[in-house]
């Protein structure tokens, strides 16, 4: 089955201090790689995503991910995080190749929490 | 500005009651989304449209209608067939790209 995990549901980091927050798939195909955040209340932000070609992605904010085809991994990283980077951060998926059931579908994982302590 | 709105942000209902959540965006977009958050679950999708005057169920549909008249809007419909709808509602527009959300409403079953 296809499936999105994000292992940690909480994460802890010293305000410039450096933040990873990891995401795995399982898709038939590389699938195309999103990663959003939402701050407490709102809506979700697009954060980078990931297509096709250099697998570093930048992002805004400061943010970059890498996707790795053998792990299955999209991993999102800031060398030096901020206390407004306090927020819920989702990796997402959706299938390369769409039929018309799949068609613009996003798969969300569950997210993971992140609190910045001074 | 180009955006989405959702209102109310915040909606109370009784048991029993349907309730109709408004989605509107001026973006231009032809798509446009349900989706339901849960503590814990991530976003699912609720319903989804890809032009107006059609519309699919997406992975939690049951107890939810939607109508898809303009292409602004996409409003929802809780049913009082849906089990548990207390949670957070969002609404997005957009391609497979880029699909930007609105601010979301929370509805409490009360």
């Known amino acids: 089955a296809q499936s999105v995990t994000q292992p940690d549901i909480h994460i802890t980091v010293s305000e410039g201090a450096s933040l990873e927050l990891r995401c795995n798939y399982s898709y038939g195909a590389t699938p195309y790689l999103f990663w959003y955040v939402q701050s407490p209340g709102q809506g979700l932000q697009l954060l980078l995503k990931?297509?096709?070609?250099?697998?570093l992605v930048q992002g805004i904010k400061g943010f970059e991910a890498e996707f790795k085809r053998s792990q299955s991994s999209f991993n999102l990283r800031k060398p030096s995080v901020h206390w407004s980077d306090a927020a819920e951060y989702f990796c997402?998926?959706?299938?390369?190749?769409?039929?018309?059931?799949?068609?613009?579908?996003?798969?969300f994982g569950a997210g993971t929490q992140v609190v910045v302590t001074p | 500005d180009g955006g989405i709105t959702q209102s109310p942000k915040y909606l109370f209902r009784k048991e029993g009651q349907n309730v109709t959540l408004s989605c509107e965006q001026n973006l231009n977009h032809d798509a446009m989304y349900w989706y339901r958050q849960d503590p814990g679950q991530g976003l699912r999708l609720i319903y989804y449209?890809?032009?107006?005057?059609?519309?699919q169920k997406g992975d939690i549909a049951e107890g939810y209608s939607v109508s898809r008249e303009k292409k602004e809007s996409f409003p929802l419909t809780v049913t009082s067939a849906q089990k548990n709808p207390t949670a957070f509602y969002l609404c997005?527009?957009?391609?497979?790209?880029?699909?930007?959300f609105g601010p979301g409403t929370r509805l409490t079953v009360l």
């Open positions: 997005a527009s957009g391609g497979i790209d880029t699909q930007y």
């Open positions: 990931y297509f096709s070609g250099d697998t």
């Open positions: 997402a998926v959706a299938p390369r190749f769409m039929t018309t059931d799949s068609w613009g579908k996003l798969q």
């Open positions: 449209s890809q032009i107006v005057n059609d519309f």
